[in-house]
């Protein structure tokens, strides 16, 4: 692996999201980074680890992550996973489903947290900028918030691979 992903951001299992507050996530943070670097002599090879968290977060609860991420050096943030508010959906037919919002309804708000996370970290840990990615102008409003790196899930399913292209010649 080039980097391994934790995802503690899920919707979509119970609790999961939990992980991401207080005691949890130092305790998760610190167990993963004493086994990365176990690991990282064990087989001479520094694997990065990229923690991705939800949209749904209040600025507090941003700033605490960062904090803790900072202080253990944790290699990359992917930002972010789907979100469960409904309301730029809100007349849509299938609003009340359970699960996680994906693609363009959820860029606003997880290019809004991508920007508070960056104006936090400032530069010290890279960020993935994942979440409704579907043109050229939407990557380039990643980067401009601060993504080192872009995901794209939803958007490459109704674009294809010529999304990438496309991305790719406009940046
Ligand atoms: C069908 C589906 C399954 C997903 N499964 C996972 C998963 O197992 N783990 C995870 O961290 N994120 C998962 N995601 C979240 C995506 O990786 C991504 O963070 C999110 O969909 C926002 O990006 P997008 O708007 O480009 O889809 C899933 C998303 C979708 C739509």
Redesign the pocket.
């Known amino acids: 692996a080039s980097y391994v992903?934790v995802?503690i951001?899920?919707p979509n299992t119970p609790n999961l999201r939990t992980l991401q507050l207080g005691d949890a996530l130092v305790e998760l943070v610190q167990a993963l980074k004493k086994k990365q670097h176990e690991l990282a002599v064990a087989n001479n090879r520094y694997v990065p680890i990229a923690i991705?968290i939800a949209p749904d977060l209040s600025d507090e609860e941003i700033e605490n992550i960062c904090r803790i991420f900072l202080e253990n050096d944790v290699d990359g943030i992917i930002a972010?996973?789907?979100t469960l508010d409904r309301e730029m959906i809100a007349n849509m037919p299938h609003v009340t489903e359970a699960g996680?919002l994906?693609?363009k309804p959820?860029f606003r708000k997880?290019t809004d947290v991508l920007a508070k996370i960056n104006k936090i970290i400032n530069g010290r840990i890279p960020i993935i900028g994942?979440?409704?990615?579907d043109s050229p102008m939407a990557a380039a409003e990643k980067i401009k918030n601060g993504a080192s790196l872009i995901?794209?899930?939803?958007?490459f399913i109704y674009k294809g691979p010529e999304l990438i292209k496309n991305i790719v010649n406009y940046l």
């Not at 994942?130 to 990615?133: L, Y």
């Not at 995901?151 to 958007?155: E, F, K, L, N």
């Open positions: 992903a995802n951001s899920s991705k972010t996973n789907t996680g994906s693609g959820e997880s994942v979440g409704g990615v995901q794209i899930y939803s958007g």
